[in-house]
């Protein structure tokens, strides 16, 4: 019998099995419930409320990595315009939100192991990680890679949450797969919000289906709860008994890049409190 933590791989498979057939978009970022309340606690105990001297917008600088097992595309060596498109794409998901991302630094590395390897929980990511972050707290730091490993098959992303930060610094940050970029070979996943939704986790967003239909949920009043990840993009999709339909147009659902559009008021207001509390950005 599976228990009430959420295991995001899980979801996901139950969630391609209830909708249509095809493959589900994978973010390998999870969290136990027990994990979270204890999240949410110290967020409550140490939140910083918004004062009037908060700026209207905030900018969040990006130190990129490329990790790559050759020279070529297909080998992970993605040009520079592909990641300018990327960071448009995600300015356009935030900027309701008041964040610009603001490229700051491009590293390239040719490491078969970081490539193919570097999955959630691994010591290859540990290592590659150590070795390549730069910038502080405040900073965002992104790698791309390819997710080859059997155990990684499907994998799109995984990150971290900005309360991880203070117990383990350098690993801070969002892993994604390569080819998820604006233009990239990966269908229905290549228009750039993997990373839009990877980011959002960064910020302190949990996924809109955390908790199914009864749990504690995403924390945030305006995503109604939804009882399994969405895959495609299933106008609407109702799989919870109370107010609303699946937030699928959100970009913390598993929905196919086309149908993501929007953070809700509610995920913003959520994502400001939590940069000003962990990462001492004040918006």
């Known amino acids: 019998m599976l228990t009430r933590t959420v295991v995001t791989v899980l979801l996901a498979v139950s969630g391609a099995l209830a ?27 140490n939140k910083i409320a918004k004062t009037e001297a908060a700026a209207a917008t905030a900018t969040v600088n990006v130190f990129w990595h490329v990790v790559m097992q050759d020279s070529t595309l297909d080998g992970g060596n993605i040009p520079d315009s592909m990641i300018a498109d990327q960071i448009t794409v995600l300015n356009e998901g935030y900027a309701p939100s008041g964040l610009q991302f603001v490229l700051k630094n491009t590293t390239r590395t040719v490491n078969w192991n970081y490539f193919n390897q570097a999955g959630l929980g691994t010591s290859v990511q540990t290592q590659m990680k150590q070795e390549l972050r730069q910038g502080g707290v405040a900073d965002f730091n992104v790698y791309t890679v390819g997710f080859k490993a059997p155990a990684d098959a499907g994998l799109l992303g995984y990150s971290t949450f900005p309360a991880d930060y203070a117990g383990n610094p350098k690993d801070d940050g969002s892993v994604i797969l390569f080819s998820s970029l604006p233009g990239g070979s990966t269908d229905r996943f290549n228009e750039g919000k993997t990373l839009t939704h990877e980011a959002g986790h960064w910020v302190g967003l949990y996924h809109t289906f955390m908790g199914g239909c009864s749990g504690v949920g995403d924390m945030v009043d305006d995503t109604p709860a939804e009882s399994t990840p969405a895959s495609g993009c299933p106008t609407g999709r109702d799989t919870c008994t109370s107010a609303g339909l699946d937030p699928i147009n959100n970009f913390m659902d598993y929905s196919d890049d086309s149908c993501m559009t929007q953070f809700t008021p509610g995920q913003s207001a959520r994502m400001a409190d939590q940069l000003r509390t962990y990462r001492g950005i004040n918006i």
Do not use: D, N, V, Y
Not at 21 to 45: N, V
């Open 19 to 45: 909708g249509p057939a095809i493959a589900p978009r994978t973010c390998g970022t999870t969290i136990s419930e027990e994990k979270l309340l204890a999240h949410e606690a110290h967020f409550q105990a």
